[in-house]
């Protein structure tokens, strides 16, 4: 079993930065992908930023620019660094990770709880 916790969210002003990060344990032999997503209160949850083992990255339109992924592999962790935030990047923050938990497995997808960022003056 994996487990993903999130951790760094919180109320921020328009204009202002966060770091999200997400630490895995568990059963991993190798993480593949990882990712944030966030789901606003009314709305789906969509895919945020994601980050393949090699380091390739993939934004939303929406934040392109003003957000980092960026992924630490021999602490098993992924970052969001958020800048120029604003009222509609408000939204729980979920971890999403691709884990084999053995050479042999193939990847499953795990999920942390979230963490809210609420950007508010």
């Known amino acids: 079993q994996v487990q993903l916790v999130e951790s760094g969210g919180g109320l921020v002003q328009p204009g202002g930065s966060l770091r999200l990060s997400c630490a895995a344990s568990?059963?991993?032999?190798?993480?593949?992908?990882m990712g944030w997503y966030r789901q606003a209160p009314g709305k789906q949850r969509e895919l945020v930023a994601s980050?393949?083992?090699?380091?390739?990255?993939n934004y939303a339109d929406s934040v392109k620019g003003r957000f980092t992924i960026s992924r630490d592999n021999a602490k098993n962790m992924v970052y969001l660094q958020m800048n120029s935030l604003k009222p509609e990047d408000t939204a729980v923050y979920y971890c999403n990770a691709e884990v084999r938990a053995t050479m042999w497995d193939v990847g499953m997808d795990y999920w942390g709880k979230g963490t809210l960022v609420t950007v508010s003056s």
């Open positions: 980050i393949t083992s090699a380091d390739s990255t």
């Open positions: 568990g059963s991993i032999f190798i993480i593949n992908a």
